[in-house]
């Protein structure tokens, strides 16, 4: 092809550019889409962090943020991780950390709960303790909606198939008991059979129930894991069993005093509902306490069995180690604790339906493994303890208690490391049920009576002195009770004024009984009474009941 004939053919495809007059240009087309925008700032004050340096939040010393921390602890490689929970350490020392945590609860919560299954070590303990330190910086009530995420992650790790795990679930339970035992209390039914599943073995062959596995690892000992476990199911059922009690203080009886021409109504507005949603489901959560009765038994009574297993039936006796005592603290505690649970049901009938399958179930073999060697002895000072809580126990069960146990149990109240809370109650059962003949009543009073005067816990005084004034009610001419009678004028004299107070109604309520001795006690001692109290700062409520105890003491003296 010739060079002219390609340049004819070069012009008819090539497209033709439109011509414009110079000045003049195409318009604009109508479907033409702008990109540019402006952006104003919304602030709003009850959000705002107060931080002058930062105004987006505090941040670490490499200047990251709670949003970057958080999606560093999230990152795929450990060492990113790792630096995201220093990061997060570092901001929770700082001062705005209450208001931090209170913004990101759930966020944060979600974050850390997943790394307490990490797999490397380091991560997961250092997870565990920001976890508990998060949540101890908000109330109750905001966690509270979170009690579900944490429950299946503390299930998930307590029944992980990695030992290291499971026993890492431990120390997240410890977290969450000291800085969220509101969740534990709330879900200790849940929980306890969780912690179980680590030492029990429910899959052996032949077996009626739960047997103790035999789990040992790399850094504890069988024996040593089974302590760890019953340790922390014994703080959970302390904090089931001080809930109980506090709802019975709420659920008492408010007493108002009465001003002529006030109104008081029957029913206090301030208390909301008399009849919270919460209590339709008191029936069925009440029930899980047999179950965990039912599983717990058996594991604790071959635990025992098992850390005793090495003596022989001639050589056993009640000498105990220092090991041997911590794990019966935490059986015997364990027992007590769940009888003292299924005797404060709110159905008195299922309580002691529940009391009467444990004994019919267990009775024996607690009689043979525990009764049978009281009181234990040891170096560790935990034996007393041990011995006290085996007595609750006993009475618990056993409705007839027998005259040896009954002057054993009188031996053990009176033991110097046995906590006073432990005694009162042991003294309070076995003087309300009268198990006791005379010369064991006498002992126990005697030791009671000591008790009072050495007590400065204003509480613990108090009850005492209202045991005591039990007793000066149903038996006035008893020896050692007589003597005390005798005696309350002497310890209004020599008491702080706090207790004054308690002692002066104590003997107006036993003048109220025409108990003729205090009467004459408190003529032959009047001047001295009467100018102690008018040297105290409430001289004028202490006097007014004064003069009560002044009339009747002259109704019963002329």
Same mark, same amino acid.
């Given at each position: 092809?010739?060079?002219?004939?390609?340049?004819?053919?070069?012009?008819?495809?090539? /497209?033709?550019?439109?011509?414009?007059?110079?000045?003049? $240009?195409?318009?604009k087309g109508t479907n033409e889409t702008k990109?540019?925008?402006?952006?104003?700032?919304?602030?709003?004050?009850?959000?705002?962090?107060?931080?002058? &340096?930062?105004?987006?939040?505090?941040?670490?010393?490499?200047?990251?943020?709670?949003?970057?921390?958080?999606?560093?602890?999230? $990152?795929?490689?450990?060492?990113?991780?790792?630096?995201?929970? +220093?990061?997060?350490?570092?901001?929770?020392?700082?001062?705005?950390?209450?208001?931090?945590?209170?913004?990101?609860?759930?966020? %944060?919560?979600?974050?850390?709960?997943?790394?307490?299954?990490?797999?490397?070590?380091?991560?997961?303990?250092?997870?565990?303790?920001?976890?508990? @330190?998060?949540?101890?910086?908000?109330?109750?009530?905001?966690?509270?909606?979170?009690?579900?995420?944490?429950?299946?992650?503390?299930?998930?790790?307590?029944?992980?198939?990695?030992?290291?795990?499971? @026993? +890492?679930?431990?120390?997240?339970?410890?977290?969450?008991?000291? &800085?969220?035992?509101?969740?534990?209390?709330?879900?200790?039914?849940?929980?306890?059979?969780?912690?179980?599943?680590?030492?029990?073995?429910?899959?052996?062959?032949?077996?009626?129930?739960?047997?103790?596995?035999?789990?040992?690892?790399?850094?504890?000992?069988?024996?040593?894991?089974?302590?760890?476990? !019953?340790?922390?199911?014994?703080?959970?059922?302390?904090?089931?069993?001080?809930?109980?009690?506090?709802?019975? =203080?709420?659920?008492?009886?408010?007493?108002?005093?009465?001003?002529?021409?006030?109104? $008081?109504?029957?029913?206090?507005?301030?208390?909301?509902?008399?009849?919270?949603?919460?209590? /339709?489901?008191?029936?069925? &959560?009440?029930?899980?306490?047999?179950?965990?009765?039912?599983?717990?038994?058996?594991?604790?009574?071959?635990?025992?069995?098992?850390?005793?297993?090495?003596?022989?039936?001639?050589?056993?006796?009640?000498?105990?180690?220092?090991?041997?005592?911590?794990?019966?603290? #935490?059986?015997?505690?364990?027992?007590?604790?769940?009888?003292?649970?299924?005797?404060?049901?709110?159905?008195?009938?299922?309580?002691?339906?529940?009391?009467?399958?444990?004994?019919?179930?267990?009775?024996?073999?607690?009689? @043979?493994?525990?009764?049978?060697?009281?009181?234990?002895?040891?170096s560790n000072v935990m034996a007393q303890k041990? #011995?006290?809580?085996?007595?609750?126990?006993?009475?618990?069960?056993?409705?007839?208690?027998?005259?040896?146990?009954?002057?054993?149990?009188?031996?053990?109240?009176?033991?110097? $490391?046995?906590?006073?809370? %432990?005694?009162?109650?042991?003294?309070?059962?076995?003087?309300?049920?009268?198990?006791? +003949?005379?010369?064991?009543?006498?002992?126990?009073?005697?030791?009671?009576?000591?008790?009072?005067?050495?007590?400065?816990?204003?509480?613990?005084? @108090?009850? *005492? %002195?209202?045991?005591?004034?039990?007793?000066?009610?149903?038996?006035?001419?008893?020896?050692?009770?007589? #003597?005390?009678?005798?005696?309350?004028?002497?310890?209004?004299?020599?008491?702080?004024?706090?207790?004054?107070?308690?002692? /002066?109604? *104590?003997?107006?309520?036993?003048?109220?009984?025409?108990?003729?001795?205090?009467?004459?006690?408190? =003529?032959?001692?009047?001047?001295?009474?009467?100018?102690?109290?008018?040297?105290?700062?409430?001289?004028?409520?202490?006097?007014?009941? !004064?003069?009560?105890?002044?009339?009747?003491?002259?109704?019963?003296?002329?």
């Open positions: 092809m010739s060079r002219k004939r390609k340049k004819e053919d070069r012009a008819k495809t090539q /497209l033709k550019k439109p011509k414009t007059a110079p000045g003049k $240009h195409l318009p990109t540019e925008f402006k952006v104003t700032k919304i602030v709003i004050p009850g959000q705002q962090i107060n931080t002058t &340096s930062c105004p987006d939040g505090p941040t670490t010393s490499k200047n990251i943020g709670i949003k970057e921390v958080m999606h560093k602890m999230t $990152h795929f490689s450990q060492a990113v991780r790792s630096d995201g929970l +220093d990061g997060l350490k570092e901001l929770l020392s700082s001062p705005s950390a209450r208001s931090l945590v209170a913004g990101n609860l759930s966020k %944060l919560t979600a974050t850390l709960v997943t790394l307490v299954q990490d797999r490397e070590k380091k991560i997961r303990k250092l997870a565990v303790s920001l976890l508990g @330190q998060s949540l101890g910086q908000v109330s109750p009530g905001q966690v509270r909606p979170l009690h579900p995420l944490l429950s299946a992650h503390l299930s998930c790790c307590l029944t992980n198939i990695d030992p290291r795990i499971q @026993q +890492d679930g431990l120390t997240l339970l410890d977290a969450l008991i000291d &800085s969220s035992p509101d969740f534990v209390e709330s879900h200790f039914s849940g929980i306890i059979p969780n912690c179980l599943d680590q030492i029990s073995n429910k899959k052996s062959s032949g077996s009626k129930g739960p047997n103790v596995a035999a789990n040992v690892t790399e850094s504890m000992t069988a024996l040593q894991w089974r302590l760890a476990v !019953l340790t922390r199911v014994n703080k959970i059922l302390e904090l089931a069993v001080n809930k109980d009690r506090d709802n019975a =203080v709420k659920e008492g009886a408010k007493h108002v005093e009465h001003v002529p021409g006030q109104y $008081h109504s029957l029913l206090d507005t301030g208390l909301g509902q008399p009849f919270s949603l919460s209590t /339709l489901t008191e029936g069925q &959560s009440s029930s899980s306490i047999c179950d965990n009765i039912m599983l717990l038994m058996p594991l604790l009574i071959e635990t025992w069995v098992e850390a005793r297993a090495g003596e022989s039936k001639a050589s056993k006796s009640s000498n105990l180690t220092s090991d041997c005592v911590d794990l019966l603290a #935490n059986i015997a505690g364990i027992m007590d604790k769940l009888l003292v649970i299924a005797g404060n049901t709110t159905d008195s009938s299922e309580g002691a339906q529940i009391l009467h399958k444990v004994k019919s179930k267990f009775w024996g073999d607690i009689k @043979q493994q525990f009764l049978k060697y009281l009181p234990f002895k040891s041990c #011995n006290a809580l085996l007595c609750c126990v006993n009475i618990a069960l056993d409705p007839a208690l027998s005259t040896q146990m009954a002057d054993v149990s009188v031996k053990i109240c009176g033991g110097k $490391h046995v906590p006073i809370d %432990l005694k009162i109650r042991e003294y309070r059962e076995l003087l309300d049920k009268n198990r006791l +003949d005379d010369n064991q009543k006498e002992s126990l009073l005697t030791t009671l009576t000591s008790l009072s005067s050495s007590v400065d816990h204003s509480k613990d005084k @108090q009850t *005492i %002195l209202g045991i005591l004034q039990r007793e000066a009610e149903l038996c006035p001419g008893q020896k050692v009770t007589q #003597n005390w009678i005798e005696n309350l004028p002497d310890q209004i004299i020599r008491s702080e004024e706090e207790a004054k107070q308690d002692l /002066l109604n *104590i003997s107006l309520h036993l003048l109220k009984t025409s108990n003729r001795c205090l009467a004459e006690r408190l =003529v032959s001692v009047w001047d001295q009474v009467d100018a102690d109290i008018s040297r105290c700062k409430e001289s004028e409520v202490l006097g007014k009941t !004064l003069g009560f105890i002044n009339f009747y003491c002259t109704k019963l003296t002329v």
